[in-house]
Structures are given as C-alpha cells and as structure tokens.
C-alpha cells in the first residue's frame, strides 16, 4: 500500500499535485498572515482615533461644565425659548419666527 502511494506521488500527475497543494499552502499563509496584519493595523489605527476623540470630548465637556448659563446657550447655539432674554436667543431668530406665523 505504501508502495502504490509513493509509485502515484512520484509521478508526473503527482507531482503537479503536490506542487498545487504547495502553492495553496505557501498561498493561504502569505493571505492570513496580510490579513492578520491589516486587522492589527486597522485596529491600531481605531484606537488612537478613539483616545483622539475621548480627549475631543474631555475638552469640551470642561468647556461645557465651567460655562454660566449664557455661555451654555452660545455652546447650544442660542436658547430660543419665548420667556428667556433676547440677548441669548441667536442672530435673526426673532425674524425667522415672525416669517413662520
């Protein structure tokens, strides 16, 4: 039995499988280990993004605590309520508004 496997692996049919079989092995390990390496790079890459963005959102949560009200509405982009002073609501609301009755 041995006999017969070595007798069809030496052969020229053989041989042209076992180099096939080679090259996907040599072509499946260079395919993972790229991929292994593109996934630790792309993650790499996500985690600095996201310190970056922590320290983004730190500075401005900072920003947002030490504000007074006034200073809050301008961070919001202006306090457009009926009852609150004109002096925090944003440039042109009071137009808009009277454009909408």
Known sequence: MIAALLK????PAGKALGALVLAGALFGGVYAKGRADGR??????LA????????????????ALAADDPA???LLG????PDSDAALRP????????GHK
């Open 8 to 11: 069809a692996a030496l052969s």
């Open 48 to 63: 600095a993004d996201r310190v970056t963005i922590l320290k983004d959102g730190k500075a401005i949560d900072n920003e």
């Open 78 to 81: 202006g306090c457009l309520q």
């Open 91 to 98: 440039a042109g609301a009071d137009a808009a508004k009277a």
């Open 40 to 45: 630790a790079s792309l993650t790499a890459q």
């Open 72 to 74: 809050l509405c301008a």
